[in-house]
């Protein structure tokens, strides 16, 4: 449960990965992809680089809606580690595995940083 | 102007849109067809072709396709989706005309995939799905700006509703009779930034378009929150199989009961009216009897799809392979393994074609080996044949009934022997890197009584056809071989030994003899490899053809006839064995090879044979 606690840490002032997040975090998509992710980061973890995998999961994650500027918000949590987790993404709902939801880097919104 | 002009020239005409937006459903109004509709993305994986003629006389070939959410085509789906639209098919050609069809709720994916779908060069309009439900939460759409800065026709439709095809289907003249050109395809595969740029023009438009209520009127979110609770969520769905399985015993105990007994009033009637002889023992040994211990199952066949079909139109298919993901993760699978999975339940064929929405090759082969370990409706009559044979009918814990209850661990064997196998395929066959696990969860919606049951009388009707196609023919076989040879002159015991069931049961017997399968079963396993249910119509020719039957039903019979120990062999092994040919052929088509399906029958005889042999020597050692 490593992730939640990052999160719940203090008041969050940057950007966070949505696969970092807790139910109820709610808030603006501003990077898709590890690559782009990678010069955005500030604490390395996303640094990480898989070439064709990580451009095949980028427009993946595009196609269905991960789009910079993309109101996100995570509904629901698995049981097994809180993994995957459900997040509506503007008007639909995606359940995505938080490895995955990693590739995106979201501006939580204040208040909404989800439950600690 | 409806008078029909016979020499206007025929229209082919494609419909694609993301997953789950309504575009089976729509066909199905447009062609008057039956093609499987059910709220979770991924039902449709193949190609279809239906015909209807429009409004103005102009006969219309219509296409419905996979759904997508671009036209990169990557997983087998999706490829049928792109070969379609570009004309990539060899000896096929382009459609003249797109139907796009988006779901009006969320408009955002699909004016994305419309932007790319230009490309194609193929005439197109835009049909707003689902309208009912927009309008219900108040979404309000400006449907003729979209379509002037789009420049294509928008249309809005309802696909359940009797009239919600009449505007699409005006629109479709209009469009034909002035004159469809397409031009070259010009698509290429877009990179992320050219996804990026139209997610962004698709954005702006639904913020000029597409208005939402402050307060949506979506039950989704509310029902989810019980349903994917974490760890309530699980116990639901496990609280949800279960019943549904209690249910298919309990509920149709009495239905079966009578047709049972409608079947013996005629054999009984047949054979008064015949003098007796070989005729009057095919019909009444052979055909009736036969097919008739595989109808009587029909109650149950019901009583499942009622349920499957129920949980599939109300949307909970897709929560549930949220809910299992981790659990299927574990075992090397796909978290899109689990509808195939699911759909295993009804039949392994479905449920393997299912598999083409995983783009991971390994994975989806890893499904596709262990979908038929999943318990099919084929298996149920041979189950509950031995189960109201051997096990009492008595209530366990207060309200649980204990047949039941062993049906229902019947289903968890099949399913723990799945993720097993799955996971050894992981191991030692495959030790790549997991695909991502992204699904669109669709709203829940109410389940529409009419297409439930027009759900329920289809797979009715399956089931009768099988019965009076494969089993019936299967049963005359075993009649014959029953039969004949006739028994030598002066020959003692039951004519049948001497027959050829007779000598081939016994030949096989002493192979058989360490899992505790007499040489009744050896006679039944064999016309079982064609289809499961068949074993059964088999047992009850061969034990009615050998006399000892003396009228009674089937599973008194084998009450008396075998011991416990052998009865819970023969369910061992139906939980593994291979008996089904028509799944090892799909798993050839589907693979394109004959080694998986080779290789599926090889693991499933032995893993069938080593179940059975521990399961009868354990229950002899236990005194059974
Ligand atoms: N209320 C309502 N429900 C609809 C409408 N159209 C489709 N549905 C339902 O939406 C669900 C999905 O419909 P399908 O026709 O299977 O969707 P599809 O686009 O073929 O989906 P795939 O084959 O998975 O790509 C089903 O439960 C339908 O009954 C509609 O206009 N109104
Ligand atoms: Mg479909």
Same mark, same amino acid.
């Given at each position: 449960m490593a992730p939640i606690e990052n999160t719940a840490a203090?008041?969050?002032t940057g950007v966070i990965r949505l696969g970092d997040g807790a139910r109820g975090l709610r808030g603006l998509v501003v990077a898709v992809g590890f690559s782009a992710l990678s010069n955005l980061a500030t604490d390395g973890k996303a640094k990480r680089n898989d070439g064709e995998f990580d451009a095949e999961l980028e427009r993946r994650l595009l196609e269905i809606g991960f789009v910079e500027g993309a109101h996100v918000e995570i509904l629901h949590e698995g049981l097994f580690g809180r993994d995957p987790i459900a997040v509506k993404v503007d008007t639909m709902r995606v359940a995505l595995r938080r490895h995955e939801a990693n590739a995106i880097l979201v501006q939580p919104e204040p208040g909404r940083v989800g439950r600690p | 102007m409806n008078v029909s002009v016979p020499t206007l020239p025929s229209l082919r005409l494609a419909l694609v849109g993301n %997953?789950? &937006? /309504?575009k089976t459903a729509l066909f199905n109004a447009l062609t008057g067809s039956r093609q499987k509709v059910a709220n979770y993305p991924g039902v449709t994986v193949e190609r279809k072709e239906g015909n209807f003629v429009s409004p103005i006389g102009r006969p219309v070939v219509a296409i419905d396709l996979p759904g997508t959410y671009s036209l990169r085509g990557r997983s087998p789906d999706e490829v049928v989706t792109r070969d379609a639209i570009l004309g990539r098919l060899e000896g096929d050609q382009r459609p $003249?005309?797109? #139907? &796009?069809?988006?779901d009006a709720t969320n408009l955002r994916i699909m004016l994305r995939l419309v932007l790319e779908l230009r490309n194609a060069g193929i005439p197109m309009l835009l049909a707003l799905n689902m309208m009912d439900i927009a309008r219900y939460r108040g979404i309000t759409i400006d449907v003729d700006g979209l379509s002037a800065e789009l420049g294509i026709p928008v249309i809005t439709t #309802? !696909? #359940? @509703? %009797? $009239? /919600?095809t009449q505007a699409l289907l005006q629109q479709i003249d209009a469009m034909a009779n002035a004159g469809l050109a397409s031009t070259e395809p010009h698509w290429h595969a877009l990179d992320a930034s050219e996804v990026r740029d139209a997610h962004h023009l698709a954005d702006r438009l639904v913020d000029r378009f597409v208005s939402h209520p402050a307060n949506d009127r979506d039950w989704t979110r509310r029902i989810d929150r019980i349903l994917l609770n974490p760890a309530g969520g699980l116990l639901i769905l496990l609280a949800v199989l279960f019943l549904v399985f209690q249910a298919v015993f309990s509920w149709a105990t009495l239905p079966m009961e009578w047709i049972s007994a409608g079947f013996d009033w005629l054999a009984q009637t047949v054979s008064a009216i015949l003098p007796a002889g070989l005729l009057s023992s095919l019909i009444t040994d052979g055909v009736i009897t036969g097919v008739g211990s595989v109808l009587v199952f029909l109650p149950q066949i019901i009583i499942l799809f009622f349920f499957i079909i129920l949980l599939e139109d109300f949307g909970y298919m897709a929560r549930a392979a949220f809910l299992m993901d981790r659990i299927v993760g574990g075992a090397g699978l796909h978290g899109r393994s689990f509808i195939p999975l699911l759909s295993s339940f009804a039949c392994a064929i479905p449920g393997i074609m299912a598999t083409r929405v995983i783009e991971n090759r390994r994975q989806r082969l890893a499904t596709i080996m262990v979908a038929p370990l999943m318990t099919c409706s084929a298996r149920i009559p041979v189950y509950t044949l031995i189960i109201s044979a051997f096990i009492p009918n008595r209530q366990v814990w207060g309200m649980v009934n204990l047949q039941g209850l062993v049906m229902f661990s019947l289903y968890a064997a099949g399913i723990v022997s799945a993720f097993a196998v799955a996971l050894v395929f992981r191991t030692f066959v495959w030790r790549g890197k997991s695909e991502p696990f992204i699904m669109e969860l669709p709203g829940y919606k109410r389940p529409l009584v009419r297409s439930v049951l027009l759900g329920v009388v289809q797979r009715a009707i399956i089931f009768l056809k099988r019965a009076g196609t494969i089993i019936l023919s299967m049963m005359i076989l075993i009649w014959f071989l029953s039969t004949f040879p006739a028994p030598p002159e002066g020959a003692t015991g039951p004519a049948i030994h001497y027959s050829f069931a007779g000598i081939i049961g016994h030949a096989l017997q002493p192979l058989l003899a360490p899992i505790g399968f007499n040489w009744q079963i050896a006679v039944a396993l064999i016309p079982g490899l064609a289809a499961r249910e068949v074993a059964v119509g088999a047992l009850a020719t061969v034990y009615a053809i050998g006399g000892?039957? @003396? /009228?009674? !039903?089937l599973s008194q019979t084998l009450s008396a006839q075998w011991s416990l120990a052998t009865a819970l062999s023969l369910l061992a092994w139906y939980v593994f064995a291979p008996q089904c040919a028509s799944t090892l052929g799909v798993v050839r088509r589907e693979t394109n090879s004959w080694r998986w399906p080779v290789a599926m029958f090889v693991y499933m005889m032995v893993l069938a044979y080593i179940a059975s042999f521990v399961v009868y020597q354990s229950a002899i050692a236990l005194g059974g």
């Open positions: 203090g008041p969050i | %997953p789950n &937006c /309504g $003249d005309m797109l #139907v &796009c069809v988006a #309802v !696909a #359940v @509703s %009797p $009239d /919600g000892d039957a @003396s /009228g009674s !039903a």
